[in-house]
């Protein structure tokens, strides 16, 4: 097991009331302990491919006060994002100014979004962007707050998105070199989705803000295309190889998975997914076999990508009647493991595997 795949089952466990305060007081070096194992850091949501897998090994797995704790940084909010490592530098996001667990409620004017640069050595703030909301912003976001992207981080820049107060790109100096907006509408649960990038695309599913993905130049924040239609969807959109060297966009919304062109934006195959309502925890996949759990009346199944159309019929591999609401799955040995607030962890195995000859 390495560090990344305890950090995950011990963050999917059910949290006790407490645990939002403690997000601002402390920014522990596991992530970015685990980033050493990683030739290209820890660049993204749920790592280099999305996966929530780190290939480094003999790593620490088991944290303590006293125990595998290189150093603590106060940090001046909450937040529910996940810390990105590039090089010597951590990056991270947090609110401040409204709606702060443990304070009196505020103004809502006053809310700010933090994007803060720490050295990785020793945990010293480096510099701290502020972002102030754009208004009228949602004025109760349930549980999680009002930082919940995972920044992404490449040679040249820092992208952190923000809601509808829009994408921003920022210099590795911390100076802002562009911003772009997505959409202005606001959700009681807020925004969840982090950015990833496709080449010279920097991408944001923005279903909260405009139920569209939104794929922008990583060099200027110009808007490159929109795909419409993407509703009730909270995940992170994952690239899957296919046949020929190319690459699907591949997202989960209201009752469907969707593979789209990433260098354009055009749908390429949906597929049925049998589940309810909304779509938090992200994909992940198998070579071109991607997994899907999600949904409040729950559910899994897995689905070949690289079709056209209705794929249901033809591409669709399995069905179950169980899945986890919010955490997103990762893949530790080719059966995905799921935590749910209800039943706690599960690897489901039989079904969950990869089919022989796929």
Known sequence: MTLLDSALMNAAR???RGWFKLARAFLLISLSAAAAGEDVGWPQFRGPRGQGVSAGTDLPVAWSPGQNVVWKTPLPGPGASSPVVFGDRVFLTCYTGYAVPGEPAGDLSALRRHLL?????????????????????????REHGYASSTPLVDADQVYVFFGKSGVFAFGHDGRERWRADVGSQTHGWGSAASPLAYRDLVIV????????????????GR????????????NTPIL???????AELVVAILGKILGLDPETGDRLWSCE????????PSLVNDGEVVFCIGGRTGGSLAVRAGGRGDVTLSHRLWTLPKGSNVSSPHLPCRAPLLASRESGHRVLRRGFDRPAGL
Do not use: H
Not at 119 to 132: F, H, I, S, T, Y
Not at 225 to 233: D, H, L, N, Q, Y
């Open 223 to 234: 808007e490159v295309w929109r795909a419409a239609g993407i509703k009730e969807s909270w």
């Open 240 to 246: 899957v190889p296919v046949a020929g060297g190319k």
């Open 14 to 16: 059910p949290k006790p």
């Open 205 to 220: 599913n923005a279903a909260v803000e405009s139920e569209s993905l939104v794929a922008l130049n990583r060099a200027t």
């Open 117 to 141: 640069c720490l050295n990785r050595a020793d945990g010293k703030l480096l510099w701290q962007q502020d972002v102030p909301a754009v208004q009228p912003e949602q004025v109760r976001v």
């Open 273 to 280: 997914t049998g589940i309810g309502w909304y779509m938090v």
